[in-house]
DNA sequence: TATCCACGAACATACGTTCGTTCAATATAT
DNA sequence: ATATATTGAACGAACGTATGTTCGTGGATA
């Protein structure tokens, strides 16, 4: 990529809001109440000219589903860095439900997951991603239970899934109230998260 | 209501017809892509017949986001007559896990999730029928405790939460999968379950 | 000069909804 | 009991609009 291109640099800094401003269209309207003039609008530019940048609507989609992860890749090399594996899934609990929570994210979430139930595409993108965060917490729940830090009453896989499982659920039920984590809200997921693991 | 009326008759007969093909239409291909002429078609009547008995589209997908919901009332006097609040639990686990993962259940549930975080009309529905599910669960938690069979580490409906999440969760994973519980996985559930309150 | 981003008009289709009409079932009058 | 009026289910054409996509053209960059 040659950013001393003039033409590619301003045309990848043009796709880069393309993608943002679908972000936004996408999670505060749903991907099929969002239509591509819509898109270019909102965007500030011309219909045919987001015909340029993306081929079809499914592809922009497509792009959006697997783009809107979290970054599993800068999430694993900070767990790393976690001196005990205590503090590694604190710290995993509270920037995956950060990043639950966030307005965008919660909505945009529910639509990736009712449209990849009957779109095989988008699927794709959103199992991949979500068995990398799963494989991530897995390692976890296994160096908690070499450190006696935790006794798994289940297989570590199950386990993960269920944390999982209490995050997303929280971080719905908070979209669906319009509010942010109480104190207590996210004492009783940890609560919920030790018991799970047995701690 | 007069049944020996046959003109009204033939006409509930009718609206129940449609009801149920709906939800197959809107469970197949979600809301907004399924047309009235799609549900026409398939219900095989008219399209204007079609709006003879429902005067808008919006006010179709708000009748079945109500109607799509356990049938609280029912479950409510099943756990009543059980002997136990541990058969309770049991019983409630079982019943709506079925429910969850019944395949057209599990892709409208997620089609009303997605459309109801931004739709109120939707939400009010589905979030009164969930309340009520809530305080059946809440109320077997206080009777599992008050019988010893559970010590809760939290409150009472964040624990009732949590179990419908582990319960959705599962449901909605298997549904990604386009599978149905294994023993095994029912087994990490009830594990889960149990170790939430404290059994 | 050749490339390609940018534009908005144009196209074909699909959509939600309305409309006038037919026709059988019911209610009323004879 | 028979004739007449009223009702409302059922139909499909029609309307207006919105949609995804294509196309020809202009203008800046390489």
Redesign the interface.
């Known amino acids: 990529m040659n950013t001393s291109n003039k033409r590619e640099r301003s045309t990848t800094e043009r796709r880069q809001l393309l993608v943002e401003t679908a972000i936004k269209c996408f999670s505060?309207?749903?991907f099929?109440?969002t239509s591509m003039r819509d898109l270019a609008t909102r965007a500030g530019i011309s219909l045919g000219n987001l015909y340029n940048h993306f081929g079809s609507k499914t592809e922009l989609i497509k792009e959006i589903a697997t783009l809107e992860a979290v970054e599993v890749r800068q999430l694993q090399i900070l767990l790393n860095a976690s001196r005990t594996p205590q503090k590694a899934l604190d710290r995993f609990v509270l920037i995956y439900l950060e990043a639950c929570t966030d307005p965008d994210s919660?909505?945009l979430f529910?639509?990736i997951?009712?449209?990849?139930?009957?779109n095989p595409e988008i699927?794709g993108g959103f199992?991949r991603n979500r068995e990398a965060l799963l494989s991530i917490l897995i390692q976890i729940l296994h160096d908690l239970e070499a450190a006696k830090g935790a006794t798994l009453?289940?297989?570590a896989e199950?386990?993960a899934?269920?944390i999982?499982?209490?995050i997303?659920?929280?971080s719905?039920?908070l979209?669906?109230a319009g509010k942010l984590p109480t104190k207590?809200?996210r004492?009783?997921l940890n609560?919920?998260i030790d018991?799970?693991i047995?701690r």
Chains 1, 2 share one sequence.
């Open positions: 505060e309207k749903g099929h109440q919660a909505l529910a639509e997951v009712s449209e990849g139930l009957r699927r199992q009453r289940m297989p199950d386990c899934a269920q999982l499982d209490l997303e659920g929280l719905t039920r979209a669906f207590k809200e004492a009783s609560v919920g018991l799970l047995g």
